[in-house]
């Protein structure tokens, strides 16, 4: 078998329908889909289809998850909020978190909202692009599950957690840089592991000090504790991983000091007795108004002048392009407007297993 495409109106029918059918009330599960298909827009693979059965259905299914969200508001002022998710859809959660930054900053220039007991809530940069739409500056950020090891340490402490900013421009795509403090994520580990493809030696470090490339073994240690993601940067301090550690701290202090959330091993999603269990993961988001400042299509201007100025610079040799963040995303989406996404062999199945499951005869694949 091999990857084939699927139209977008499908896979947003089938996902929506999905959600639905394991108990996401329908506006809930649109939101779901689309930020769930937004990630396959941008070519980001590690964090759209390939993940809707084991880390959305699955959850849900075996209890850790909650299909209904319960957005509680339970601290509020003029220009920031705390929220509660109750375990809900974290796609959900961070939607309406955003909305409210974003209303919030309509009004004052700024606005930021911290949320905790969620779930993964999926591409982080869908929430950023949520305010260059509107002509803002976005921040985003969560902890996750213990992954990433501090310098000089081997034991799996900090999650993934990306610091993700999107800043509006006068092109056809925002600047959005949104990646893990971690060289990789667990995400990217498990496509890998769906794809038959080694991890690349330096992205994670054994429990001895050692370098680990076994994808397999690698997805199973990190839950045992005898393997660690090296923070962006690399392991130790010559290639400065001590950065990429620090960037995560902040990260796992804004998604839990703010709204007095759960942190480092709280997140594990295992209980006392080795039962999976809700992560109560937390988030962050920030929306800050350009017209606050000197205008907005002044920022624009300018932001793009910048961007238009470092893909213009001088190539190394052998380099025939120089990208700036959000390029490479647009361009992926151009290519995959009309066709769709491809879907590969393991996710295949995993979509026939959620049909049969959830009985949604109406939809035939094209690999059947």
Partial sequence: MSNITVAWDTLYSFVEDSFVGVGVPREDAKICADVLLESDKRGIESHGVNRFKPIYIDRINIGIQKPVTEFEVIRETPTTAVVDGHDGMGQVIGYKS???AIEKA????MGMVAARNSCHYG??????????NEGMIGMTGTNARPSIAPTFGVENMLGTNPLTIGLPTDEEFPFVIDCATSITQRGKLEYYSRIGKTTPAGMVIGSDGNAKTD???ILVELNTGEAALAPLGGIGEELAGYKGYGYA?????LSSALQQGNYLKMLTGIGENGEKIPFHLGHFFIAIDTNAFMGTQQFRKTAGEICRALRASKKAPGQDRIYTAGEKEYEVWLTRKESGVPINPAVQKEFITVRDSLKLNKYKFPWE
């Fill in 123 to 132: 591409i982080a940069g869908y929430y950023a692009t949520m305010a260059t």
């Fill in 249 to 253: 701290t902040v990260v796992e202090i």
């Fill in 98 to 100: 955003m909305k409210i």
């Fill in 106 to 109: 309509k009004k004052y220039g």
């Fill in 215 to 217: 994808t397999e073994k």
